[in-house]
């Protein structure tokens, strides 16, 4: 791994998930000194919820992974770190489909109970003899911790992410583990997300994914580091019932409020520390919209102001710019009355209702924005709609790690 | 002016058009020792078409101008360069109402023939006592040229940017001047783009403004720097009648097509200056999208591709990187299908139907990409729709002169 990021976080202490065993092993995908093949085995009876790119040119992976869900029944996940395995036809359909028959022999299970991820370099089909041998390597090493398996999914990433979460359902208290990749690219690979969250509670499949569905309304679709979305984003959350609990069915099960708290929580979590590892980022930036006519408006709005190279260098230059957050707003397409507009940043308006405040008094803002952690007011005066996002600053840290090489 | 862009143009020789007098002063907007009010006097029976920009927090300016052009009348135009008086509420308006007064008494005529444009600092309402000497100093200036007004209007743009053209109505020679600002940006100024394009044609109203609307869809609505839509943009169009045609009224008048071609070719030039002086730009991008849905599919799809960051970095790198180019189309949301998609660079394709060319030659590419003109080209592979887009590259440059400064 390269330099850390500036707003890098440690990697906190994971309770291992009973039902859940983790190995890793070499597949040498790329000349390097590292794993890079990742196998999550999930007991019997696991169940499977996922989210997945929007983007209409998704890979093989993505698209097979999409229909499995609707099963909703997992066994295993096979991560490939350094070849995306995108835009590769059906030579890329091949390639996964044998590593699923392979895992699958093993295990004893239906292919379609094998989920298969890849990252890193487009336009090249797996190749399937390392993948065949990897695979057979992970089946067989010893299980390893959540931390070595953060490691491994990564690939220009700068630090290993995870984070941890516990719920109470009624006595049975259960706990989460999650992992996340992303946000780091150097050569040709593709900025792809790819997050897996295990949790030792019994939730039936609908449900799970209808909490999934959810939490990443307010998670992952809530970050952005420079707008452009990967054509392989995965996120899968597996659950084996080793807790023991009475499956959750639906929110009136008990103790579904506090399992979806701790997984909002979980996702949140994960989903901020890809912005932290944001190519080129210095500043972590917290957009707050209010007062938009309906939740989702606020979340566009949020959004593209996340995603203004304008706003983004403003930030990067520490300079209090409101103006550049209003031609944001302005050009989000979403309902906004200039005349109505608040913009403040760090908690202090710098603009209140159209106009720049008379008594306004820069220099609190002024050390707000020389901080690594920076917050930005937006607020409408329309309604009550309201959403955060996340995302970070743009720096010559973007341009060099993007430009600056040749694939 | 800064450093000229290493994209720049000489600027053309223009012919003066019959019934448009051109004069400059100083106001005195910034402390600068420049003139920075320019004024464009214009006959009697002058028609105006308009088209502005679609961001809902627009100036006090463009709220205007779209209500006036509805009248079809002009008899003068006051372009400010140093404030953009937008986020200025009632106050920003008060100052562009006693402007159109101060002109309409000297001219004789409405205050709703006096157009106002305005670009610079935001949130400072346009200092009145400053507009009212500007005025008074360019109502008695003497007549200038189209250089002199193309310097004038402009703010951080690193050249004056001016294009011409001709066409024949019949027997009558009928001649077009235009004049443009915008991309550079330095301080809190906006990205705003300003342009002015005069003819001696006769051409009534409705069809003035069906002429210039549609040749904004294929020449100013087609390019990008940032994808930052000013809250300001506006381009005027004004047809005095000197040159003693008939008068265009619809496309069955004779000469009809000739002069919309000639109005659309000069607005191409136009919009491609705007991109030659894109902040930090070192690479003109021509986008060409075939293949798709419809000329508007393909239109948004170009678009989403110039605006992505990976792709113009990409290209600042030189890098046949056609994975980013791929991840655009798919995130653009139009109808795609990753396995009929093709992408070249320069001519040569690089992938075809979802896969990389087999017997693929770097080298060509390479040195396309090398050069200051680089063409990209898409093909969806799913019907008759096309369009081409144009940009720049996403250098350091841009961040320099975005975050490397205080307001």
Not at 257 to 280: P, S, T
Request: proline share 4%; glycine share 10%.
């Amino acid at each position: 791994m390269t330099d850390r990021s500036p707003l890098t976080r440690p990697f906190p202490p994971l309770t291992p998930i009973g039902g859940v065993t983790l190995r890793v092993a070499r597949a040498h995908y790329k000349t390097w000194d590292r794993a890079d093949l990742t196998l999550i085995e999930l007991v019997e009876g696991t169940t499977v919820a996922g989210v997945f790119t929007r983007n209409v040119c998704c890979s093989s992976e993505v698209e097979m992974g999409r229909k499995q869900v609707r099963l909703g029944r997992a066994r295993a996940v096979v991560v490939n770190a350094g070849n995306s395995n995108a835009f590769t036809g059906y030579r890329g359909r091949d390639a996964v489909e044998a590593i699923m028959a392979q895992v699958a022999a093993h295990l004893g299970c239906a292919p379609s109970d094998v989920f298969v991820s890849s990252t890193g370099v487009i336009g090249v089909p797996l190749p399937q003899d390392k993948a065949r041998a990897g695979v057979a390597a992970a089946l067989s090493a010893p299980a390893t911790s959540w931390e070595e398996a953060a490691l491994t999914i990564g690939t220009t990433d700068t630090f290993p992410k995870g984070s941890g979460a516990s719920a109470m359902l009624g006595s049975t208290r259960v706990e989460l583990a999650g992992i996340i990749k992303g946000s780091g690219m150097i050569a040709p690979d593709m900025a792809t997300m790819l997050g897996y969250i295990a949790t030792d509670a019994a939730v039936a499949p609908a449900f799970l994914q209808e909490m999934l569905s959810k939490a990443n309304q307010e998670s992952f679709s809530c970050i952005t580091v420079d707008g452009d979305t990967s054509t392989s984003d995965t996120v899968l959350l597996l659950a084996t019932g080793k807790a023991g609990n009475a499956p959750l069915e639906g929110w009136e099960s008990p103790g579904a409020d506090a399992f979806y708290a701790a997984l909002r929580q979980l996702c949140l979590d994960l989903a901020q520390l890809v912005v932290r590892d944001g190519e080129g980022a210095r500043k972590f930036i917290t957009v707050s919209v209010t007062g938009a006519e309906s939740d989702e408006s606020a979340r566009r709005i949020g959004l593209v102001v996340a995603n203004s190279p304008l706003v983004k260098t403003a930030i990067a230059g520490e300079d209090a710019n409101w103006g550049r957050v209003v031609m944001a707003v302005g050009k989000a397409g979403e309902p906004a009355d200039r005349d109505r507009l608040s913009i403040g940043f760090g908690g202090i308006w710098a603009a209140r209702e159209g106009m720049p405040l008379a008594n306004y008094d820069e220099a609190p803002v002024a050390a707000h924005l020389k901080g690594e952690e920076v917050t930005l007011e937006i607020d409408l005066g329309l309604a009550d709609g309201r959403a955060t996002v996340w995302t970070c600053d743009l720096t010559h840290g973007y341009i060099s790690i993007n430009a600056d090489y040749r694939s």
